[in-house]
């Protein structure tokens, strides 16, 4: 069928989290001398944040390995070791049982107490008090909950557990009359259904705070009080892009296939269990839309009929397209009045308006009719705004269609318009007219900020997207001269922007989750532009990257009177129901004077 291909990684949070996130298991070359050069938890003298010292060269070949720094795990690692605090910590270490299951038997029961809730939204609870310092980590538990659990998996200062019980709920924070999936709990995909959705922004702020506090290695001064995170307008049916998956029959299973068509009865279609790496039968998914569901059910159907054929895994494909059959070079009457706009007013930014916490759902979206892709070589149509794109299935795209003009609206607030604290004229970017978009995709921040700019430069590593950006240019006429995209490296756009006025110019940053890179971030320090928009679905490798971007950009601005402050920093909800967030953080070229200044009255410490 034209949906089917091998399973392979995939770029985006919701389809890691569902598709490639492996069952802990305990680690099967576990050594029993426990690695003691390396204190966690020191805080450093100058920054406050806390950096657990990671092993390197010969010390990296010993069998206990910290996780990589800003992955799911090392998030966890960090909210443990936190927890226990580092006195606790260090005295695990000094005994050599930082990395013993103090539990003295592998699948232990436990009953706890949750006490917090970590960065990727799993509960975290303290071991009882006759263990020792050591934290258990459950999923779809509430700090205040009394729990049951099962450890099957322990690491350092930390074990992981299967949530076997609610014994006591927290009936301020749970409330199961919310939740809209049968499988909830069961599939890894959603983890905060039963919050209210308040709560979920909430926590979700609390995320950004903490990835600052963790991976910035900033002093608070410089951090400056996180804004609260922007809700999406739907909270369930937004996902424009479903990708559940099924294993291949084995050998057995194989054999075992009716005659009549009807399904197997082993035949498991859907997304992986929670804290496994299974896959669960899955009818629907409430968080994807209405069009993709339904497509799903034929797709199943369809997938059951001639599952003896495949010999292979395979991730399907879902993905919600507009209907409308546009013909090249034909814009909408919105978009040819828009462009007409723009020919007169190339930078006609009008005043700031409030930002809602939780913007109106546009209902327009629902007067177009839609339609599922289902071959990754298909074409997507999606609207933002005014603004018509037009991209291949199996490529990027954001997945939450309703959030994605208040998020572009909000990039483009931002660059124009900075907080009361900052005045127009302490900016040294008093009026950005040049944009670049470095990791731009389908040229999503490009376009939809083009009438607001005279030149604009998107580079994006994809081939594809760079095809799908200039194709979209074209259908909303904005022209080449004016608005160019290139393939390559996102460093290599500077060598290409080098007739752009620094100071006038806004860069926005919007990287994989893996995050920008050195080489790229020396690269936009040498450049220097006025404001830079970095948009991020891991908050956590955007932390390391701005921290490192603003101590380098300070020392080698020494001397020319200007440097770069964070100015606001804020999440945007782009996965209700589940614990991830995007997060915007807006970094500005002010004078010295300034930026001290505005560090005195902004900063959260
Ligand atoms: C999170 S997406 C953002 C895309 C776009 N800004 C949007 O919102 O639709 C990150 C993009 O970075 C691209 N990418 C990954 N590594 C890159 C690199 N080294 N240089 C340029 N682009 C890269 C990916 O192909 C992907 O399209």
Known sequence: MDSARQRTPEDHPLEEHVSKKPRL??????????????????????????????????????????????TAEDVVYRDALNLIGEEAAKRLEDEGKDWTNPFGESKVELELEVVAVSSEGSALSLAPSE???????????????????????????????????????????????????????????????????ETQLDWKKNVVVKAYQNYSNLPGTDIPTVLPTIGSPLQYSYRTKLTPHFDAPTKNQAKNIPDDGSRPE??????????????????????????????YAETREEVAR??????????????????????????????????????????RESSPTPVPIIPEYDLSHDLEKKLCITDHKGTIRERVGDMLFQYTAGSFFQNNNSILVPL??????????????????????????????????????????SPYFKKISGIELSEDSIKSAKRSASLNNVSPQKCEFTSGD??????????????????????????????????????????????????????????MFLRKARESL???????????????????QTAHVESVAVLRLLTNQKAEEFRATASSQ
């Open 408 to 449: 572009t609206s909000y990039v483009r607030k931002s660059i124009f318009h900075p907080p009361p604290s900052i005045s127009p004229t302490s900016s040294l970017s008093e009026k950005p007219t040049h944009l670049v978009d470095a990791y731009c995709g389908a040229g999503l921040f490009a376009l939809t900020l």
């Open 490 to 547: 996102a460093a290599n756009i500077f060598a290409q922007v080098q007739d752009f006025p620094r100071q006038n110019t806004a860069v926005i940053i919007d990287p994989p989750r893996r995050g920008s890179d050195e080489k790229f971030l020396d690269q936009l320090i040498k450049f220097t532009p006025g404001v830079i928009v970095y948009v991020s679905c891991n908050v956590h490798t955007q932390a390391r990257d701005v921290g």
């Open 25 to 70: 298991e305990e680690p099967n070359n576990v050594e029993e001398s426990a690695v003691k050069s390396s204190l966690v938890g020191t805080s450093d003298a100058t920054s406050g944040a806390k950096q657990p010292k990671r092993r390197k060269g010969k010390e990296r070949k010993k069998k206990h390995q910290l996780p990589e720094e800003c």
């Open 131 to 197: 263990y020792g310092p050591w934290v258990i980590v459950t999923p779809h538990a509430l700090p205040g909950e009394k729990i049951k659990a099962r450890v099957f998996r322990n690491t350092r200062f930390h074990s992981y557990a299967d949530l076997l019980e609610v014994i006591t709920p927290n009936d301020k924070l749970r409330d199961v009359s919310r939740v809209k999936c049968k499988y909830f709990t069961k599939c890894s995909g959603c983890q905060y259904q039963m919050l209210s959705y």
């Open 558 to 576: 020494i001397g020319e009177g200007k440097e770069y402050v964070l100015e606001t920093l804020r999440g945007f909800d782009l996965f209700p």
């Open 266 to 295: 082993w035949l498991r279609i859907g997304f992986n269990g929670t804290n496994s790496r299974s896959v669960m039968d899955i009818e629907e998914c409430p968080i994807g839309t209405k069009v993709l569901n339904e497509k």
């Open 306 to 347: 001639k599952i003896g054929t495949y010999k292979r895994g395979v991730s399907l494909l879902l993905r919600e397209s507009l209907e409308i059959p546009l013909e090249p070079n034909e814009p909408s009457d919105s978009m040819a009045i828009d462009s007409a706009a723009e020919a007169t007013s190339p930078t």
